[in-house]
């Protein structure tokens, strides 16, 4: 099995190769452009695996894909590339535009012209997953979970731009029979999530003795799947989904973002016992322009479809995601110390 991957050096998509390379064993090509949110550094477990090259393109360069295709000749392809982090989007929204809308464009053009020249098994057993959010349906009320006949109601150029993929993707299969298959994902975290994240942020921040800034009044619900569970469920429907269908993914653990906060705080009083109590710097800020209230995932099709369960619940996560940045300096320190120092300092990014 040959499978390319857009975005594999980000978060989700290094966990997803990381998974596919170590666990499942299959040829994989790294496809990333690598900007400030890729990091080779969360491919090192890899480097030297035989089963595993890396490409640095864009996934704008139409000729880039068409060779990147034309040499690696893939049996699927697994769209993760995007730029992702909503606080950008609202500052700075013509490269979500480009990389999540035009970027798909142009991969999905690159892979109907590859498959349109396969024959046989080559051509059947072709597939394309794209990889979304669920904040694509925009935002819950107290009740309610996202299904996957939820309508679209993006609030952020973040959500936008995805949603636009995602009906783009919708489209390719409807109209030309491209084997795509689509996956909506809730708020994911874990090891080598980028430090200017909530989760990271605050554990960091709270190592260091600075505050913990937090949204508002912290009330905002996220559902928060644990990457690893993601990216099993992300390599199941490339496998088995449903062409045409979407299958939305979440591990049924909502928390409120100050819950979140308080969580960690309680992990670190323990681990680190002799700072002062980590909440007492817990610090309120200005809510976001547009801010959804609640998402919330019903993942029952996939769970019931595809057998996938998530096998981390929010506890055991985060205590394991504590414990990675305490013991992975080496990973996050030159990111706190470049960008997110630099370029971001006094930004907060939060789901
Ligand atoms: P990320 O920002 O950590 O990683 C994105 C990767 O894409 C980076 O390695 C970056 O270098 C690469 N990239 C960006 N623009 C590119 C371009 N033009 N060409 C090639 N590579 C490019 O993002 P993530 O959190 O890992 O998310 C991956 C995917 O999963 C995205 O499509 C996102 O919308 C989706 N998703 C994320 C979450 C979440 O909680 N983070 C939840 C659901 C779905």
């Known amino acids: 099995m040959r499978i390319l991957v857009t975005g594999g050096a980000g978060f989700i998509g290094s966990a997803l190769v990381r998974h596919l390379v170590g666990d499942v064993g299959a040829e994989v090509l790294t496809v990333d452009k690598l900007t400030y949110a890729g990091n080779l550094a969360s491919l090192k477990s890899i480097e030297n695996a035989p089963n595993h090259r890396f490409l640095r393109a864009d996934i704008c360069d139409v000729a880039a894909m068409h060779a990147a295709f034309d040499e690696f000749r893939p049996d699927r392809v697994m769209h993760l590339a995007a730029e992702s982090h909503v606080d950008r989007s609202i500052t700075g929204a013509g490269e979500f535009v480009q990389t999540n809308v035009i970027g798909t464009f ?158 960690i705080c309680e992990i670190m009083d323990r681990l680190r016992p002799n700072s002062a109590p980590h909440a007492q710097l817990i610090h309120h800020v200005t809510d976001r322009p547009g801010h959804d209230a609640r998402y919330a995932i019903d993942a029952t099709k996939l769970e019931r479809e595809l057998g996938w369960r998530a096998q981390e619940n929010f506890d055991t996560g985060i205590e394991k995601t504590v414990r990675w940045y305490l013991e992975n300096q080496w990973w996050w320190e030159p990111l706190r110390g470049g960008v997110y120092a630099g370029e971001r300092l006094g930004v907060l990014e939060q789901p």
């Open 106 to 263: 142009n991969m999905l053009e690159a892979a109907r012209r590859y498959w349109d020249q396969q024959t046989g098994s080559a051509k059947e057993d072709f597939r394309f997953l794209h990889v979304s959010t669920d904040e694509v349906y925009g935002s819950l009320g107290e009740d309610g979970l996202f299904t996957e006949t939820t309508a679209y109601d993006p609030s952020s150029p973040y959500s936008a731009s995805k949603a636009a993929s995602d009906h783009l993707a919708t489209a390719w299969h409807r109209t030309y029979g491209l084997p795509v298959v689509l996956s909506n994902c809730s708020n994911n975290y874990g090891p080598y999530h980028f430090p200017e994240k909530l989760i990271p942020l605050i554990i960091l921040n709270a190592l260091e003795g600075k505050q913990l800034p937090i949204y508002g009044n912290g009330v905002n619900v996220r559902d928060w799947l644990y990457v690893d569970d993601h990216a099993k469920a992300l390599h199941l429907i490339a496998s088995r989904g449903r062409l045409g269908e979407k299958y939305n993914v979440g591990g049924r653990n909502e928390r409120r973002n100050i819950d979140v906060v308080k969580r």
